[in-house]
């Protein structure tokens, strides 16, 4: 900490360099490096002003006054060089940090005494500096936006006897900043829809032809040329459609009188915005990078609405327009990030809901007086699906796959959504796995943190669903199986985030490791992989209240235990949990559902193979009926092969086991239920493993 002379001294030194700066960057016939230069050094002193205040120096703020604050915004100037607004934007982010009220204050001021002022610079530069300040302090600006006037105000200065072309494209700019986000919605809607659409739809030719009629302009059509003029209102038209969809996509939603369907407005609307669309979708294939963006960003907005989304999927050529944008769209860039908006919007599902989630919301639509425009069925799984495919088709997943290496997260996430609808439908998966997703959607859970876990969910279910139906061995050649098996095992618990609980993850997960389970190799790496990550998971899901989670993880187990190091280490090493195992597995075999009681069978059919689990089986008072008892299905010849290999293996110990297992199984009446079972059965395999039981219990009878 300096002293208080040494202090004084310092920061009047950099008041004085401050000041310096400003008279520097005052002073015309400077050129362009040395202004940035000026900017930059300004904005330095201004971000390190908080911290020398810490230290007990003068803040430079105060020498700040109404002339500083309108040089620095006047570089904002669209007229000015790129390099120069960048520098000049980072300037007065520094500023206003700094200056926090005050500077909120002189914001203020500036702006009035522009609009006051009425002139083309003043005009001109107010909206170019509004339009950055938007991105660095939305609320500031909205607030101006809001002010009693000023927006109204626009319409006459846009439509009036003598036009300006750096106004109108200024002033577009600053209503597309505005749009960034709900708030200024409703205002700009109010007091810009009008001239927006008179932009948006008068053809240029004729836009052209009565500017020479104009009485006050800086036009000047003959030195000019009207080509150039042309291109201009192009321009400005695509521009004012982006606003104009912006504001526009959210409202066609609004309530409805009940029973009389939607709004004529809100019909105009749609009919306009699919017009529009199409003007978009025409402009994918432009050479112009800017007209590209527009018509990315407009039909990112307008694909919220279902009929643009199925409109635009029915249109192959600009589908595969939309995936050669997302192909060559430099990485982390708002075109990426555009693309990939427009494709997710195309392909998602409704969310999930549950019956009781159905009923409230019926409850809720009944309860609403006004009533709701009711929900299009373009919305319906059907028609999603449909647009998956045609998504599929136009070759989307090839670029998502080469775009993700270098993607930023949040358009991660979006590839993550896209290849997720995708992987709903079925008949897609394998195609899915050639093309490289699973390699994308390991990869993605691994690099997402933890704070992004609704998406790593999403990737991790996407990833079981392509693995539910495909050959893992044809998948994984360079790339380990057990990749997989922690973004599997983390959606196996239901999500504690969400309001209900989903159990489908936990059941496609299931469903995926137990295809991994199936096709392990001789050392059994996965399935020792999958027991040392996701056993206590596993394990809690065979006692599931849903019949069809605690059965895939049943037939999950049944593959686990074809290990004989896991099958002894769960289930047969003597221990009370193994014993309890035993016991779970015994009454999964006797459960209502065929399906579960098939895959404990299996499993028992691989565990009896071992003395300490055939004497954990008889400790439980019903296990040799319960056994028997899948010989005696009458419908199911599978059961009955499950049953008689462990009725085989039982039966077939040595020692006191052996000796144990033969007792207890004919006091049950083992014979009668292997019998009935030889003759309901026509597998030379059943037929077998009965008799060689049958010959046991006989001969020890």
Not at 90 to 99: K, Q
Not at 234 to 249: D, E, F, N, P
């Amino acid at each position: 900490m300096l002293d208080e002379a040494e202090a004084s001294k310092v920061s009047q030194a950099i008041k004085d360099e401050a000041m310096l700066l400003f008279a520097h960057l005052m002073e015309a016939g400077k050129q362009d490096e040395e202004k940035s230069a000026d900017l930059s050094s300004l904005t330095k002193l201004l971000n390190e002003d908080g911290e020398r205040t810490k230290q007990g120096q003068e803040s430079i703020i105060p020498i700040i006054d109404d002339y500083c604050v309108d040089t620095i915004f006047g570089y904002l100037d669209m007229r000015q060089s790129q390099n120069i607004r960048l520098n000049a934007i980072l300037c007065t982010a520094a500023y206003l940090g700094a200056a926090k009220e005050e500077g909120h204050r002189r914001v203020n001021g500036f702006f009035h005494a522009k609009m006051k002022g009425g002139t083309y610079d003043d005009y001109i530069v107010a909206f170019c500096a509004a339009a950055a300040i938007f991105s660095i302090d939305y609320d500031l600006m909205s607030d101006l936006i809001h002010t009693e006037g000023f927006l109204p105000s626009l319409a006459p200065l846009m439509s009036r006897k003598w036009k300006s072309r750096k106004i109108e494209t200024a002033c577009l700019e600053m209503l597309h900043a505005a749009c960034m986000q709900m708030k200024c919605h409703p205002a700009i809607q109010k007091y810009c829809i009008g001239w927006l659409e008179e932009v948006i739809f008068e053809d240029p030719e004729t836009r052209v032809a009565n500017m020479r009629n104009l009485v006050e302009t800086d036009i000047d059509i003959d030195k000019e040329g009207p080509e150039p003029l042309k291109e201009h209102c192009r321009k400005v038209r695509s521009l004012a459609g982006v606003i104009w969809t912006k504001i526009m996509a959210a409202s066609v939603q609004q309530v409805a009188p009940p029973n009389q369907g939607p709004e004529p407005k809100v019909e105009s609307a749609v009919a306009k915005m699919e017009r529009l669309c199409k003007r978009f979708a025409g402009m994918l294939a432009a050479e112009d990078s800017e007209d590209v963006q527009y018509a990315v960003e407009g039909l990112a907005y307008a694909t919220t609405l279902p009929k643009i989304r199925e409109q635009l999927a029915r249109d192959g050529e600009s589908l595969k327009r939309i995936v050669t944008v997302i192909g060559s769209a430099p990485p982390k860039s708002p075109l990426a990030y555009g693309a990939l908006s427009i494709i997710t919007h195309i392909t998602r599902y409704k969310p999930t809901e549950s019956e009781e989630q159905k009923r409230l919301k019926q409850l809720k639509a009944y309860a609403n007086a006004a009533g709701k425009v009711q929900p299009s069925p373009l919305s319906d799984d059907s028609y999603v699906s449909e647009r998956c495919k045609l998504v599929f088709d136009a070759g989307v997943t090839p670029v998502l796959v080469k775009h993700c290496k270098t993607a930023s997260i949040a358009s991660l996430s979006l590839i993550i959504s896209i290849i997720f609808s995708l992987s709903v439908t079925p008949s897609l998966r394998g195609q899915l796995a050639q093309q490289g997703a699973v390699r994308v959607l390991i990869a993605a859970w691994t690099a997402l943190p933890e704070k992004e876990d609704a998406t790593r969910r999403t990737a991790a279910q996407a990833l079981a669903r392509i693995l539910i139906s495909t050959n893992p061995a044809l998948i994984f050649r360079q790339l380990p199986q057990t990749a997989a098996i922690r973004p599997l095992t983390s959606i196996i618990p239901p999500d504690p985030n969400a309001d209900t609980r989903d159990l489908l993850p936990t059941f496609e997960s299931l469903l995926a490791l137990t295809n991994l389970a199936s096709t392990d190799d001789d050392s059994d790496t996965t399935r020792r992989a999958i027991v040392r990550t996701a056993w206590d998971d596993v394990e809690e899901q065979l006692f599931s209240t849903n019949a069809r989670v605690s059965t895939a993880a049943a037939e999950l187990v049944c593959n686990l235990v074809q290990s004989p190091e896991e099958a002894i280490g769960l289930f047969g090493d003597g221990s009370s949990k193994a014993a309890t195992r035993v016991k779970v597995m015994l009454a999964l075999a006797d459960a209502d559902d065929v399906k579960t009681r098939s895959a404990a069978g299996g499993a028992l059919a691989s565990l009896t193979a071992f003395g300490e689990v055939v004497r954990a089986v008889l400790e439980q008072p019903r296990g040799a009926g319960i056994v028997l008892g899948l010989c005696r299905d009458g419908d199911d010849e599978g059961l009955r092969h499950r049953g008689a290999v462990v009725v085989h293996n039982m039966v077939s110990q040595e020692g006191e086991v052996g000796q144990l297992a033969r007792e207890k199984l004919l006091t049950a009446s083992g014979v009668d239920a292997l019998t009935e079972c030889a003759q309901k059965s026509r597998t030379p395999e059943v037929v077998e493993a009965v008799v060689h039981a049958l010959k046991v219990l006989v001969g020890e009878k």
